[in-house]
């Protein structure tokens, strides 16, 4: 038997775990990220470039917090958003049908002129 760790026990030991504070400062970011979105303050691109930044932040990445496949593209991400800020509303159900549709309809604008989602670079 072989004193080496094994991949899975290396990769436990580097994937780190985050302080509850620091998850509870996320999820307060997230929240408020959301909300701008919502209010229309922020557009979806922006949105999704803060929502990574909040999971780098965190230490875990977005995809695997999600449950979505670690190849997730741009577009998945702008989706999965969209998806968040519908389930934010699921209490009222015309107003995240209403936000819903803007959000897509940026998306889609988006798509049509270049093709692809290119995220903006913040500051």
Same mark, same amino acid.
């Given at each position: 038997?072989? /004193?080496?760790?094994?991949?899975?026990?290396t990769?436990?030991?580097q %994937?780190?775990?985050p302080?509850?504070n !620091?998850v509870?400062?996320a999820?307060?970011?997230?929240r408020?990220?959301i909300d701008?979105?919502?209010?229309? &303050?922020m557009?979806l !691109?922006?949105?999704?470039?803060r929502?990574?930044?909040?999971?780098?932040?965190?230490g875990?990445?977005? =995809?695997?917090?999600?449950?979505?496949p670690?190849?997730m =593209?741009?577009e998945?991400m702008?989706?999965?958003?969209?998806?968040?800020?519908h389930?934010?509303?699921? =209490?009222?159900? &015309?107003m995240?049908e209403?936000v819903s %549709?803007? !959000?897509?309809t940026e998306?889609?604008r988006? !798509? /049509?002129?270049?093709?692809?989602?290119?995220?903006?670079?913040? =500051?």
């Amino acid at each position: 038997m072989s /004193n080496r760790p094994s991949e899975t026990t290396t990769h436990a030991r580097q %994937t780190r775990t985050p302080s509850p504070n !620091l998850v509870q400062q996320a999820l307060q970011a997230k929240r408020q990220i959301i909300d701008r979105l919502i209010e229309g &303050e922020m557009p979806l !691109l922006e949105a999704v470039v803060r929502f990574q930044a909040v999971h780098r932040e965190v230490g875990l990445p977005i =995809d695997e917090t999600l449950g979505l496949p670690s190849a997730m =593209d741009h577009e998945a991400m702008c989706r999965s958003l969209i998806g968040w800020v519908h389930l934010t509303l699921s =209490d009222r159900p &015309e107003m995240a049908e209403t936000v819903s %549709t803007r !959000l897509e309809t940026e998306l889609q604008r988006h !798509l /049509n002129q270049h093709g692809q989602i290119s995220l903006p670079r913040i =500051d």
